[in-house]
């Protein structure tokens, strides 16, 4: 009897040994192919033409808070202002100040809502060609190198970003 628990316990320690040994790993550079992508060049200019936009309205407050504040300015030198007055024009340019903030805080949150949007099907696009890679060449894993490092790369890895541009159709550089 503990010659068979002897010889189960081998066997089930030897069983992901020998698993392992059929495991075929590949790496792929995704952020070359998506930068390979036309798409990309598309989805920036798209990008591009919002953020011009939102510097244009940041300017526009930006100026409207440096004349309300110049304006402050003034009538704080003036001694004959009463200060109920210069608290008011204190409250809109802290109102001024406010807007801006919360102006800024929602173009980003606009920007980064449009760059998700834009760029999550080129992603997709470039995820589908990387699986039809590594389920082609049988591979169990395909690792990211441009967001996972990897440490140690053994000259039987495959590297699949030549493959998946060129089933993206996109120039291997």
């Given amino acids: 009897m503990t010659r068979r628990f002897i010889a189960a316990m081998a066997a089930a320690l030897l069983l992901p040994v020998c698993a392992a040994a059929q495991m075929r790993i590949a790496t792929v550079n995704v952020q070359e192919v998506f930068?390979?992508?036309?798409?990309?060049?598309?989805?920036?200019?798209?990008?591009?033409?919002?953020?011009?936009?939102?510097?244009?309205?940041?300017?526009?407050?930006?100026?409207?808070?440096?004349?309300?504040?110049?304006?402050f300015q003034?009538?704080?030198?003036?001694?004959?202002?009463?200060?109920?007055i210069k608290e008011r024009r204190m409250q809109e340019i802290q109102q001024n100040d406010d807007r801006i903030k919360q102006f800024v805080a929602d173009a980003k949150a606009d920007l980064d809502k449009r760059r998700e949007s834009l760029e999550a099907p080129i992603y997709e696009k470039i995820r589908a060609a990387v699986a039809a890679?590594?389920?082609?060449?049988?591979?169990?894993?395909?690792?990211?190198?441009?967001?996972?490092?990897v440490v140690y790369q053994g000259p039987d890895a495959a590297d699949l970003t030549a493959d998946v541009k060129r089933r993206l159709g996109v120039a291997a550089q």
């Fill in 74 to 84: 003034a009538i704080s030198a003036d001694g004959d202002t009463p200060a109920t």
């Fill in 35 to 71: 930068k390979a992508m036309p798409e990309t060049a598309a989805a920036d200019a798209a990008l591009q033409t919002a953020s011009g936009k939102y510097q244009a309205e940041y300017k526009r407050l930006e100026a409207e808070f440096n004349q309300k504040y110049a304006d």
């Fill in 133 to 149: 890679a590594g389920s082609e060449g049988g591979y169990t894993y395909v690792l990211d190198v441009s967001v996972t490092p």
